[in-house]
T-cell receptor
Framework: GIQVEQSPPDLILQEGANSTLRCNFS?????LQWFHQNPWGQLINLFY???GTKQNGRLSATTVATERYSLLYISSSQTTDSGVYFC???????????FGTGTLLAVQP | NAGVMQNPRHLVRRRGQEARLRCSPM?????VYWYRQLPEEGLKFMVY????????ESGMPKERFSAEFPKEGPSILRIQQVVRGDSAAYFC?????????????FGAGTRLSVL
């Protein structure tokens, strides 16, 4: 099956700093989504981005499908950005999502 | 357009009892996925259903777990004779799966605690 790797596993930032999270996947996919799981456990959908670039406020994401990776950029980080960021890919007939192990982000004031 | 609704948000069961988790997909969505998140782990696929059909249950434990998505009403994930290892967050997602639109929208999850 498809393998999904995320890096770095942990990240500590000072408020206001920028960061880049990476997601590598092992096969072609027709779905790629980025999620933020906040400290209360809620899973927030950030981007649906099987290819190309999207921006939403301080967040942006780029997926290079031919090279099988995606990047999530967080600019001017805030303490509310803390939590776990998951990348998930889907493919095949069912499009079931395979999740990476996540990046744990802590933003300190 | 209301999002994916899951209930209950928290469920406490004693070992041996049954747990029923409900998921109402977004309006117009006929594809439902269930995922499980064990403590300190990522999410793992369990089952994919369309109305009245189980399409892929490759992630479901072989025993005690079942899922349905009837013609009317919510999708149900049922766990019989729960054990402590079933304690986890269970997430439901729905998708329109029309054309190239493959995005999955997630509910807030049900946190099951088995005493």
């Amino acid at each position: 099956g498809i393998q999904v790797e995320q890096s770095p596993p942990d990240l500590i930032l000072q408020e206001g700093a920028n960061s880049t999270l990476r997601c590598n996947f092992s096969d072609s996919v027709n779905n790629l989504q980025w999620f933020h799981q906040n400290p209360w456990g809620q899973l927030i959908n950030l981007f649906y981005i099987p290819s190309g670039t999207k921006q939403n406020g301080r967040l942006s994401a780029t997926t290079v499908a031919t090279e099988r990776y995606s990047l999530l950029y967080i600019s001017s980080s805030q303490t509310t950005d803390s939590g776990v960021y998951f990348c998930a890919v889907g493919g095949g007939a069912t499009n079931k999502l395979i999740f990476g192990t996540g990046t744990l982000l802590a933003v300190q004031p | 357009n209301a999002g994916v609704m899951q209930n209950p948000r928290h469920l406490v069961r004693r070992r041996g009892q049954e747990a029923r988790l409900r998921c109402s997909p977004m309006k117009g969505h006929s594809h439902v996925y269930w995922y499980r998140q064990l403590p300190e782990e990522g999410l793992k696929f369990m089952v994919y259903l369309q109305k009245e059909n189980i399409i892929d249950e490759s992630g479901m434990p072989k025993e005690r777990f079942s899922a349905e998505f009837p013609k009317e009403g919510p999708s149900i994930l049922r766990i019989q004779q729960v054990v402590r290892g079933d304690s986890a967050a269970y997430f439901c997602a729905s998708s329109p799966r029309q054309g190239f639109e493959n995005i999955q929208y997630f509910g807030a999850g049900t946190r099951l605690s088995v005493l």
